[in-house]
């Protein structure tokens, strides 16, 4: 027995030794990363896209909600502080796989943050694998491995909750080129009929799931053709590498067709940049964007949510940190071509970290590349490289401390940054004592402040952030010399003192000086250029305004002028909202039309549509119609109580019923469906569930007061043909009790005292 023991114990020794290189990476990163797990998600505006995109509803209901909003798999944001440039994705799986796990985790921020960790894991296992694989190195597998896992700009994509796809993809990525590898180890690689079918479909899968992964064709084509270079075995490598990793670029290129395709119908692409500005911004951001990434990976002293402020920018093109920044980029690119032999895999890893954040340097705007997100693809190739090159050079006594000391150093910065995004008062305020902009201070102490419960606390910090923006407008009004392209962004001088009145006049909504407010509104119209993001949120923001203050002709004037820039439902169910106060009902019907002939996040207008219909017109069928899309865009239970009332109306039962469910399954408290649910359910023969019910709303003192009274009623109804005379007296007086002159309480006490 001891025998078979020992050698059990021996054979598990065996194989932790064996593959040592991959288990203790993937074991440190989990402890580093434990902590991690059991915050609450830490930024508020991550917790409000969450809770407001995760609404508690059927499996069917979410898939309709997908379908109305994301068929396409195209989704648009726009980061009005940080650039005025839309950021357009195409995600065909990857929309569907939000959805879904929503659904599951149902904002549970434990499970987010264990599902990040674990494709975090799961890239990390394959990028080692992918190391060795290339290099049959262990202590290069081990250590470029370990620094990417634990490097602190990699924070954000592992525990922020809603950036999972990130390391999704990067998974996804690693495991196509450790597959490659694999394959051309063992030879395989020129069996042409099953490497084109797994190489198309494993390029299929990670495109329509990230689309960051765009660049794996180039990934794979260099990959190939360093490793048969090294060999000395296939003398013409770029040939054949190019002929094995063709079917990947035939799949990208058809994907680049479909992404076009949809964009085109789907949302106005403000991507479309003419020939000279594309210029302008290749030759003028890419060099210093790329500076400014080497540096967040190589000097990881000063790392923020969003890193523009850290981003030195020079105001001339071809100045001189311009300059310095190109010379960098071309010498990368000298090493990477005149070093591939002496130093493969520093050139290598070099080349490939230029391929992965080309695109984010070209493709998404600005405010979005210097995040230090977009480097945690990139870093894995630069740091394979770094490391790999270190372990050539330094003697192997050497090698191990000083990686170690590196990887221990890089594990406290790491949970140090950890701690910083704890919850969203120590993530702004790491985020406040980084900014290097006053312009940046102020805002990130604005969403400090609208984070906080404390009313107090909140007020003081929104003056803060209104003197640091007041302090950045005083010192920035002098005229500066700028690139032309910076107003394509709208990061020009004007667009940021237009956004710091806005901001200023948003700080001054929230302490209720409407006053301040319009002054500082009017301001950021007057410096704003026409037709820009920045001027279409102003004259949206003075449209609510004037509606606050009840001058609803100068509220539609504004809300029309921001429709002229960029037209949206939104705008247009105020418009609508306007004309009802008005009583201008031709125009509000107009409006309300248009504010539900396209499909958006906001449920309000179908809802108020379905009514005008049901009740102005009598179109019943029409306000189902617009009740159901209610329902699925709206986290409130009223859009199902409109619904089910008016299927009762239609007497289709069946279906009053099936909406109830729903909505109970999201509302289970809401008196109203428990009231509705609670009477059919007696109209279909099961009275004892339905008195349960009932019971329960006429306990809910919040519940409203005519369905409390109408459920005793019906209580004391029931109660009375059973002749439980003392129920029936109980639920008769608690109605007499809300209202004491309700006709049929009072009638049926007449008629219970007789009894």
Request: positive net charge; aromatic residues 14%; proline residues 3%.
């Amino acid at each position: 027995m001891n025998n078979i023991t020992n050698k059990g114990i021996s054979k598990l020794d065996f194989e932790w030794k064996k593959y040592d290189f991959v288990f203790i990476p993937i074991i440190i990163t989990i402890l580093i990363y434990f902590i991690s797990l059991f915050y609450g998600f830490r930024n508020f505006d991550e917790d409000g896209l969450i809770k407001d995109f995760y609404a508690k509803k059927t499996f069917g209901e979410y898939v309709g909600r997908f379908l109305l909003l994301n068929a396409g798999g195209v989704s648009a944001a726009h980061g009005f502080t940080f650039s005025g440039i839309k950021n357009t994705h195409v995600c065909i799986l990857g929309l569907p796989s939000i959805y879904l796990i929503n659904f599951l985790f149902q904002v549970k921020p434990f499970l987010y943050h264990l599902w990040g960790l674990f494709l975090h894991c799961l890239a990390l296992f394959f990028f080692i694998w992918f190391c060795f694989n290339f290099t049959q190195n262990k202590q290069i597998a081990l250590f470029s491995g370990l620094v990417w896992s634990i490097h602190p700009t990699n924070v954000e994509s592992v525990i922020w909750a809603t950036n999972w796809l990130q390391p999704l993809g990067v998974a996804f990525y690693f495991f196509t080129l450790n597959k490659i590898i694999y394959l051309i180890r063992r030879g395989l690689i020129n069996q042409t009929p099953p490497t084109i079918i797994f190489i198309m479909y494993i390029t299929v899968i990670q495109i329509l799931f990230t689309e960051h992964t765009i660049t794996i064709p180039f990934a794979i084509l260099f990959t190939i053709f360093y490793l048969l270079k090294s060999s000395n075995k296939e003398p013409d490598a770029f040939k054949q590498a190019l002929k094995i990793s063709l079917p990947s670029f035939a799949v990208i290129g058809g994907y680049w067709i479909l992404r076009t395709t949809l964009i085109a119908k789907t949302v106005k692409n403000s991507l479309e940049n003419n020939f000279i500005e594309s210029l302008e911004r290749i030759l003028f951001f890419t060099p210093q964007i790329f500076l400014h990434q080497l540096k967040l990976i190589f000097f990881p002293l000063k790392l923020t949510i969003d890193q523009i402020d850290l981003l030195t920018l020079d105001k001339t093109f071809l100045g001189s940190y311009n300059l310095l920044c190109i010379f960098i980029l071309i010498s990368f690119l000298l090493l990477i071509l005149f070093y591939r032999n002496k130093l493969p895999f520093l050139s290598f890893g070099l080349l490939l970290y230029l391929v992965t954040i080309s695109l984010f340097i070209q493709i998404i705007p600005l405010y979005s590349l210097s995040g230090e997100r977009y480097n945690y693809l990139g870093s894995a190739f630069i740091i394979f490289g770094t490391v790999s090159t270190f372990a050539n050079f330094t003697k192997r006594k050497f090698l191990m401390p000083i990686l170690m000391a590196l990887s221990i150093l890089l594990s406290a910065r790491t949970i140090i940054r950890i701690n910083d995004w704890k919850d969203s008062s120590s993530l702004f305020s790491s985020t406040i004592k980084t900014s290097k902009s006053l312009f940046k201070k102020g805002i990130w102490t604005y969403n400090s402040a609208i984070c906080q419960e404390d009313e107090n606390k909140k007020s003081e910090l929104l003056k803060e952030s209104t003197n640091i923006l007041k302090k950045f407008v005083h010192y920035s009004s002098a005229p500066i010399t700028e690139p032309r392209i910076f107003k394509t962004y709208e990061l020009d001088r004007k667009s940021i003192l237009a956004k710091a009145f806005i901001r200023i006049a948003t700080n001054y909504e929230i302490l209720k000086n409407k006053n301040l407010q319009l002054k500082y509104l009017l301001k950021a119209l007057k410096i704003s250029r026409p037709d820009s993001q920045i001027r279409n949120l102003i004259y949206k923001n003075l449209g609510t305004l004037y509606f606050q203050m009840n001058d609803f002709k100068k509220a539609i004037s504004y809300y029309a002028q921001s429709n002229l820039i960029y037209p949206n439902p939104t705008i247009n169910f105020a418009i609508a909202a306007c004309y009802l106060k008005l009583k201008d009902f031709t125009n509000y019907e107009k409006y309300l039309k248009e504010a539900v002939s396209k499909i958006s996040s906001d449920g309000e207008a179908f809802k108020t549509y379905g009514q005008l219909l049901e009740l102005s017109k009598g179109d019943y069928q029409s306000a189902l119609k617009y009740y159901k899309i209610a329902t699925l865009l709206q986290k409130s239970p009223e859009p199902y109580i409109l619904l089910a009332t008016t299927y009762l109306k239609l007497r289709d039962i069946d279906n009053a019923f099936k909406t109830i469910k729903n909505g109970l399954y999201g509302f289970s408290e809401d008196p109203t469906l428990l009231y509705l649910h609670s009477t059919i359910l007696i109209n279909k023969g099961d009275t004892e569930s339905g008195l349960k019910g009932l019971i329960k709303v006429t306990n809910d003192i919040n519940a409203p007061i005519d369905i409390r009274i109408e459920s005793c009623n019906i209580l004391v109804n029931i109660f009375s043909k059973r002749n439980n005379l003392q129920e029936a007296k109980k639920y008769n007086d608690l109605a007499l009790n809300i209202d004491p002159k309700n006709q049929e309480s009072l009638k049926n006490r007449a008629i219970l005292m007789i009894r």
